[in-house]
Every structure is written in structure tokens, then in C-alpha cells.
């Protein structure tokens, strides 16, 4: 086998073995009852994701999933266990409308995948027209190499706009559920009056 | 978290890099992947891991949520504002080729600046984010 051959085999399996770790951590994620098992899990799907993006060459995507799924969300989620405790409630009672659901949206998933075009294909509607498009002007137009920031800030520069409204919009939303002056230091009981008057009102 | 002392020295290490990485993003976003919502939740995770080995109340002495609110909003009020600009300046909104002569300069400025503001809103809204969950846990343990 020449050098070529294997890095081709190696490609081959590397494209296999990463979504069927995908999904065996996908399954575990649900099945594992612990919470904080089933968040290292989640962690570790976002990392697997990460690397398929990084083979699918979109590495501005697969940073951010590494960043955001990995990184912070995994943050949030033991915040999220810190404050309702470790262990899952078990399945609820009733199994048959959730499980008809997941049955009809993913014989509707497969059934949409069959009209995608295969990937990497030159003539579909994406890659012929509009990608051809920014692949040429965008560097020209803009001035920036990267296409994906100037399509991202630029182009579809609405669209960021709206998605930073989102993170802005989720960050109030978290303040106003989770107390709105969350500054710690105001909630230290020193040995002020005020908490000897609470203990007062409690007994 | 003070019984990690391998825990506090790697993290009091790699902090500074992890800032200078987070801004090398922000700021290289246009040559290489990443720009300001990447350079924001990694700059975030920094601040998150100090938070977690040196306390909540250290961090906030520091980072105050009031200044973060200012800059979470202030993010999207600078991304919102570089669009205002360029119609007073006799564009569309957020057409940054109007804001300078040349219309390439202007895209490279009108990105520098919205990547700016995205960066700002996304990095404060995750630290606020992570603020508000760690100081219900944190009353909680008081209580």
C-alpha cells in the first residue's frame, strides 16, 4: 500500500468511527441516570461534533462548537445540577406520545436527507450559485480573506445582528429568573442586624 | 475550591493565555477561523474557570454585574449603532462601504467594529448568565 492508500483508509475510518462514537455518547447521555455523568457525556459529543466539523473543513464552526458545547454549556449545565440536585427523576409514566413523536420526526428527517445533495457536490443550488458568488467577490468586496467573517458581518449582517439580540435577550431572561442582583456580597449574612432580625421572624 | 493547589496554579497560569488567545481571535477573526462571538465565550470561559477556583465573591469584586450589564447592552447598542451610522452617512443600514472613502476600507472598519460589538455582548451575557446560576447556588448553600 502506498502512503497515499492508507491516509485514504485511515480517512475512511476516521469518517466512521466519529459519528458512531457520536452516537454511542448520545445514548448514553439519555440512558445514564446520574447528571453529572450525562453532562461529561454531553461535553464529550460536543468535542466528537467538533472534530467532524473540523473534517468537514468548517473549522469556524467546529471552534465554536468546541467552544460553546464543550466549554460553556458544560458550565451551565453543572449550575443548572448545583441548584436542582444530581439525580434524574426516571422516565415519566407515559411512553407512548413521546415515543410515537420521535418516531414520526426521524422517519421525516430520513425521508427529507434523501432530497440534500451529496456532499461536496459542485452543481448543487448552494455551492453553484451564491457560494460560487462570495467565494470570488467576498475577498474583493470586502477586503477580509476569511469568507465566513465577511458573509457572517457583512452579507448577512442582519442576521448577526439578530443572533446578538439572542445572547443579549437569554442573558436577561437569566437574570430576571434567577434574581436580578445576583452580586453575592449583597447576600452575605455578616453579623448585621438585619440577618439576627430575619432569624427573629423564622422562629 | 482552596484544596486544589494544582487546580489554582494551573488555572492562575493559563489564564493570561487564555485572554491573550480569546483576543487573538477577536482580533485575527478576518485572516483566520473565530471572530467575536468565538473570541466572547472564550474570554467568558476564562473568567468562568478563575471563578470557579477563586470564588464568585473575588470575581465580582472585580467584574461587577452591573458594568457587565452595561457592557452587554452596550455590545448590541454599538452593533445596532455602526447600522444607524451608515444611514446617516447616506447608506443602508449596516452598508459599511459608505463609512469611509473607499468602500473596502469601509467593510474592513464596519466588521471591525460590529465583530466588536458581538464580542462584548456574547462574552458579558455568559458571564451574567453564569453569575446568576452561581449565585442561586451559592444562597443556597447559605441557607
Known amino acids: ?203 | 475550591m482552596k484544596q486544589h493547589s494544582v487546580l489554582r496554579i494551573i488555572t492562575k497560569i493559563f489564564t493570561p493565555f487564555i485572554l491573550m488567545f480569546a483576543l487573538y481571535v477577536q482580533l485575527h477573526g478576518e485572516y483566520s477561523p473565530g471572530g467575536g462571538f468565538q473570541a466572547g465565550i472564550i474570554l467568558a470561559a476564562a473568567v468562568i474557570l478563575y471563578s470557579m477556583l477563586f470564588g464568585l465573591t473575588h470575581t465580582q469584586r472585580r467584574l461587577s454585574p452591573a458594568m457587565l450589564r452595561l457592557l452587554c447592552a452596550g455590545g448590541v447598542l454599538l452593533y445596532a449603532g455602526v447600522g444607524v451610522a451608515a444611514m446617516l452617512l447616506g447608506g443602508n443600514f449596516l452598508d459599511y462601504d459608505v463609512l469611509a472613502e473607499d468602500p473596502v476600507e469601509g467593510q474592513k472598519l464596519g466588521i471591525l467594529l460590529i465583530e466588536l460589538g458581538v464580542g462584548l455582548t456574547v462574552c458579558s451575557a455568559m458571564i451574567l448568565i453564569f453569575y446568576s446560576f452561581a449565585g442561586v447556588a451559592f444562597r443556597g448553600e447559605q441557607e
Open chain 1, 1 to 203: 500500500m502506498t502512503l497515499a492508500e492508507v491516509s485514504h483508509n485511515l480517512e475512511g475510518m476516521i469518517n466512521l468511527a466519529l459519528p458512531a462514537l457520536l452516537v454511542l455518547t448520545a445514548a448514553a447521555a439519555i440512558f445514564i441516570r446520574n447528571l453529572m455523568a450525562a453532562t461529561a457525556l454531553l461535553g464529550i459529543f460536543s468535542l466528537l461534533m467538533a472534530l467532524i466539523y473540523l473534517l468537514l473543513a468548517a473549522p469556524d464552526v467546529a471552534i465554536t462548537e468546541a467552544a460553546v458545547g464543550a466549554g460553556v454549556s458544560t458550565v451551565f449545565l453543572l449550575g443548572a445540577i448545583s441548584i436542582c440536585g444530581m439525580r434524574d427523576g426516571g422516565p415519566s409514566s407515559n411512553l407512548l406520545v413521546p415515543l410515537v413523536v420521535i418516531i414520526v420526526s426521524t422517519a421525516a428527517l430520513f425521508y427529507a436527507s434523501f432530497d440534500m445533495p451529496v456532499f461536496g457536490d459542485g452543481t448543487a443550488p448552494a455551492n453553484a450559485h451564491l457560494g460560487a458568488y462570495f467565494i470570488h467577490v467576498a475577498p474583493m468586496e470586502t477586503g477580509i480573506p476569511n469568507a465566513v467573517t465577511s458573509i457572517l458581518a457583512s452579507y448577512r449582517g442582519y442576521d448577526t445582528l439578530g443572533e446578538t439580540c439572542v445572547v443579549f435577550t437569554a442573558a436577561v431572561a437569566c437574570m430576571l429568573l434567577l434574581g436580578k442582583d445576583e452580586n453575592v456580597e449583597e447576600h452575605q449574612p455578616p453579623d448585621t442586624e438585619e440577618t439576627s432580625a430575619t432569624e427573629e421572624r423564622r422562629s
